[in-house]
Structure formats: structure tokens, C-alpha cells
Nanobody
Framework: QVQLVESGGALVQSGGSLRLSCAVSGRTFSSYAMGWFRQTPGKEREFVAAIRWSGGSIAYADSVKGRFTISRDNAKDTVYLQMNSLKPEDTAVYYC?????????????????????WGQGTQVTVSS
């Protein structure tokens, strides 16, 4: 069983920064791709960013490119999402997810159904 616990969500003013963390336990974290998604009430879950098991391949949604940075520390079993220049439209519950379908895969995914395990989410609110 894999457990993912997000932290770091908060209320921040437009233009501010936050760093989200996702601590993973239960499997060999360093073997699997990880992703961040977000969701607001009444809207579908939205891809934010993903990172390969080695960190060598990264993908971002166009809406966050140039402002958000995904990274991972395999020694700490943790994936991060650094969010800069935040906008009110970034307000959402942010979820991290683990793709455990294949260890050491070259692929990273932007579809939620490719991910096997999810955290409980952390709220990010950006005020204008």
C-alpha cells in the first residue's frame, strides 16, 4: 500500500509563492513517476506537472509553465511543487499522485487515470 501526504497549502496573495510537498511511503518511491493535479469545485481534475522517476523528464500544463517547478528528492521520498507568481485562478485543492504501474518507466503522464495512488489534497487559495 502506498500512502501520499501533501502539505504546504495556504492562503497567499496574488503574485506570491508557495511550496507544496508530498511525502510518500509504502513502496520504493524512487522507482515511480509522480504527478501533481488540482481541482476546484464543479470542475474536472486538471493536470499540473509530472516528473520521471529519475527526475530526468518533466512536463507541465501550459497554464503553469514558467511559474511552477516540480522536483523530487528520492532520498527523502518526497516530491515538491514550487509555485511562483501565483494567480487567483491557481486556487484549488492540489493533489499528488504516484504512477506505480511500471518501475523505472521512461514515460510520464498527464492523465489522472494513469496514476494508481493519490494523496488527500492540500488547499491553495490565492487572493486578488
Amino acid at each position: 500500500q502506498v500512502q501520499l501526504v501533501e502539505s504546504g497549502g495556504a492562503l497567499v496573495q496574488s503574485g506570491g509563492s508557495l511550496r507544496l510537498s508530498c511525502a510518500v511511503s509504502g513502496r520504493t518511491f524512487s522507482s515511480y513517476a509522480m504527478g501533481w493535479f488540482r481541482q476546484t469545485p464543479g470542475k474536472e481534475r486538471e493536470f499540473v506537472a509530472a516528473i520521471r522517476w529519475s527526475g530526468g523528464s518533466i512536463a507541465y500544463a501550459d497554464s503553469v509553465k514558467g511559474r511552477f517547478t516540480i522536483s523530487r528528492d528520492n532520498a527523502k521520498d518526497t516530491v515538491y511543487l514550487q509555485m511562483n507568481s501565483l494567480k487567483p485562478e491557481d486556487t484549488a485543492v492540489y493533489y499528488c499522485a504516484a504512477d506505480t504501474s511500471r518501475a523505472y518507466s521512461d514515460s510520464i503522464h498527464d492523465r489522472g487515470d494513469e496514476y494508481s495512488y493519490w494523496g488527500q489534497g492540500t488547499q491553495v487559495t490565492v487572493s486578488s
